[in-house]
């Protein structure tokens, strides 16, 4: 089971000090799924839906220091690398565990939701139920070893604390936290 604590005004402030209040509209935010040593969110968790329509992602990578990471890492190509990374390094394994992943990402997208608001959509909207029933990391539906875009690889692994590609992950990314507690300092 994913651990989390809840976000509070404390977390609202860091993330406006960090500059990302107004990339995330807060009433989707259920939870920090991650946070550094140092108190602040590395990680939001997310709900499925966004104004009644459906969200892909459950995971939001926060941490100013991973969110830079995240980006050289794709300047660098390495959406290619890590999908490379998946279905090279591991033939066939590679394929069932990025399914594993994603089957694991869209239970979790409907575990978090009310079962009142499922009864409706099982009822009343099928399609969006479908949607959020099938989506994996970042709302793929495929569940193929596509990567989406790092930023959410990293979001999900640290959220799930499991990833297909974490190796990679490992080698690329280096150190996790900061480690000068910028993103706490108030």
Sequence with gaps: MIKTSPFSPKDLESLCR????????????????????????QVL???????????PTTFWLVCPHLTRKAGAL?????????ESEITVSKPGAGISEQKRYNLRHAALRLALMPETRKNFLLRYRRRRYDAIRRGGAGGT???SCRVKCIHLQLASYLGMGYHPAYDWMKR??????????ICAAG
């Excluded at 989707?28 to 991650?34: F, G, K, Q, Y």
């Excluded at 968790?45 to 969200?55: L, T, W």
């Design 141 to 143: 539906a495929d569940y």
């Design 74 to 82: 794709e300047s660098e190509n390495g959406v290619a690398s890590m």
């Design 45 to 55: 968790m997310c709900a499925p839906e966004k104004r009644a329509r459906p969200f």
């Design 18 to 41: 960090m500059g990302l209040s107004g990339r995330l509209s807060t009433e989707i935010i259920l939870a920090v799924a991650r946070r550094c040593s140092y108190g602040a969110p």
């Design 172 to 181: 690329r990314v280096g150190a996790w936290e900061c480690g000068d507690g």
